[in-house]
């Protein structure tokens, strides 16, 4: 019984040996664990950007004044982070896609991070980042990965998410073209045959556009947001009129429409056919909501030292409102019992004496 009981084993082992051996075991590290060290940084002049890729003029716009040059290293490799802090989050969301390109890809692990042959940019916030790739250096892909997440975590914060412009229909977008401008000099550099002093940055618009494959062709479809219906209408009209919105001029045609406060514009359309059904992807809901301020760079502590201030002089406030009203109230009487001494507001004290009457 032992040797058949051996020889059961030894079978069952043999017929599974082939099976563990096929297969490959990977392990993929949610986290890279590389140790890069920060050893230096310096604060640089906006026009400094230029010698990192930038241009000064688009950043001035996006409300970049100046900004901060990083060195971290990585045993014997070095690589340099410069983080630029914009207007507002949709300021620092506005320049990582105008940065973008169509050769770069997401960071499949950290949000809004994009990464190409030269490095990634990433948003956080304000703040507007680029991670230098290191040159002379081998510095794997996991490795730089982990330098992303050291700076600017794998996600921002939710509130930071809310404040970003809705996103563009996916529906036929090229990965890497959609754009979000805020200011005429941004929206030249990408849409140079669009006069932009029609747009009407002045008063208070928002550009975001895309890149839309229709067949064989491409075409750009262009969002602009107004802050009321008036004022998109003026400029729908303003539009029309300059630019002969919705006629067959062939590869010089331009569509468009409006819809609340949004204008919505085809470029380099074929026809007024595929111009409408790219454009029929837009649509508008509205609804309302509070506005909310936004809390800046202070930290959950101190966000909660603030409500509980907050609440503390609410308090105060609500106490000495009640303690002012006795005292006007004590101080009204008294005045009624002198002046109009017949009045019983002045002698609270009649309501509560008893008289017998007794003989």
């Known amino acids: 019984m032992k040797r058949l009981g051996s020889a059961v084993v030894s079978m069952t082992l043999s017929a599974l040996l082939p099976l563990f051996c096929a297969q490959k075991v990977s392990v993929i590290p949610l986290v890279p664990a590389a140790n890069w060290q920060l050893t230096g940084k310096q604060t640089l002049g906006v026009d400094e950007i230029k010698s990192y890729g930038g241009d000064p003029a688009v950043e001035s716009e996006y409300g970049v004044k100046s900004l901060e040059v990083r060195t971290y290293r990585l045993e014997r490799a070095s690589a340099q982070v410069v983080v630029e802090s914009a207007a507002d989050v949709s300021a620092a969301y506005g320049l990582l896609t105008y940065y973008q390109n169509e050769s770069m890809h997401p960071e499949k692990t950290t949000e809004f991070a994009i990464t190409g042959a030269q490095g990634s940019l990433m948003s956080r916030g304000r703040s507007f980042i680029r991670f230098l790739r290191p040159e002379g250096s081998e510095v794997s892909e996991n490795d730089f990965r982990a330098l992303l997440i050291l700076v600017g975590g794998t996600r921002p914060t939710p509130d930071s998410v809310a404040n970003l412009p809705s996103l563009l229909p996916a529906s036929g977008l090229i990965p890497g ?133 907050g609440n503390a002089f609410l308090t105060l406030v609500l106490a000495g409102s009640g303690l002012a009203g006795g005292l006007l109230i004590a101080l009204s009487r008294r005045v009624t019992a002198k002046v109009f001494p017949a009045l019983e507001w002045g002698h609270p004290e009649s309501e509560h004496l008893i008289r017998l009457n007794l003989e």
Do not use: C, M
């Open 177 to 309: 073209s959609t754009k979000y401008v805020i200011g005429p000099i941004a929206a030249q550099r990408v849409l140079p045959n669009l006069r932009t002093d029609l747009i009407g940055f002045d008063q208070g618009a928002e550009l975001q556009l895309g890149e839309y494959r229709v067949g064989n062709s491409r075409s750009t479809i262009v969002e602009l947001s107004y802050p009321t219906p008036q004022i998109a209408r003026l400029r729908f009209t303003r539009l029309s009129d300059a630019l002969g919105l919705n006629q067959d001029r062939g590869a010089n045609s331009i569509y468009g429409r409006r819809d609340v406060s949004f204008v919505f514009l085809a470029l380099k359309a074929s026809n007024k056919t595929a111009a409408s059904e790219l454009l029929d992807h837009f649509s508008v809901n509205q609804q309302l909501s509070w506005d909310q301020k936004y809390p800046g760079n202070q930290t959950i502590g101190q966000q909660l030292f603030a409500l509980f201030v």
